[in-house]
């Protein structure tokens, strides 16, 4: 046993277990600490998540939000409704006598409109297409669906409106 003693320096590598079980116990506790932190955040999130319902039940069944919802609903309608019949008067005023539309549609938040249309020949198609282009109130998106038959020349075409559209 003597020479045990005299073989390991007890006086140096004491020093360094000791660091190393505070080492340990620190990170040991900081683990726990880690975890109690998480699951006091997770019973926060669902009281939160809790009180959230409720509060959006009461506020739903509020039948003064009802009403209110209603009328801010009539009230979009109607702006909508008029500046589709803007963009729909303007639309008619710029397009040429020569286009048949068969469907046209109105994407108020991209501000694009898709038309079906149809021409008589490719000389007119390209005679609309080239004006469309000109125009500075409309840029092409995309033409797609491009075929001939009897009654003339189908097209779909995807224009973007401009700001001096709305001018």
């Known amino acids: ?15 360094f277990l000791i660091i190393l ?3 340990y116990g620190l990170i040991f506790f900081l683990n726990f600490y880690n975890k109690s932190l998480e699951n006091e955040i997770n019973k926060l999130n669902s009281s939160i998540l809790q009180k ?7 506020f739903l069944n509020n039948p ?14 109607f702006k909508k409704r008029d500046s ?5 008067n303007k639309f008619n005023q710029v397009m040429p006598k020569f286009l048949t539309l068969k469907d046209f549609s ?15 020949n490719w000389n007119d198609f390209n005679r609309f297409y080239k004006y469309v282009d000109n125009l500075d ?25 401009q700001p001096k559209f709305f001018q």
């Open 1 to 15: 046993m003597d020479n045990l003693k005299n073989l390991i320096p007890w006086g140096l590598i004491a020093p």
């Open 21 to 23: 079980l505070v080492e």
């Open 52 to 58: 959230q319902d409720l509060l959006q039940q009461d």
């Open 64 to 77: 003064i939000y009802q009403s209110f919802s209603q009328i801010v609903n009539i009230v979009e309608i």
């Open 84 to 88: 589709l019949v803007f963009i729909i």
């Open 106 to 120: 109105y994407d108020s938040e991209k501000k694009e409109i898709e038309i079906n249309g149809l021409v008589s």
């Open 137 to 161: 109130i409309f840029k092409i998106k995309e033409v797609r669906d491009l075929q001939a038959d009897e009654k003339g020349i189908n097209f779909n075409m995807v224009l973007i409106l």
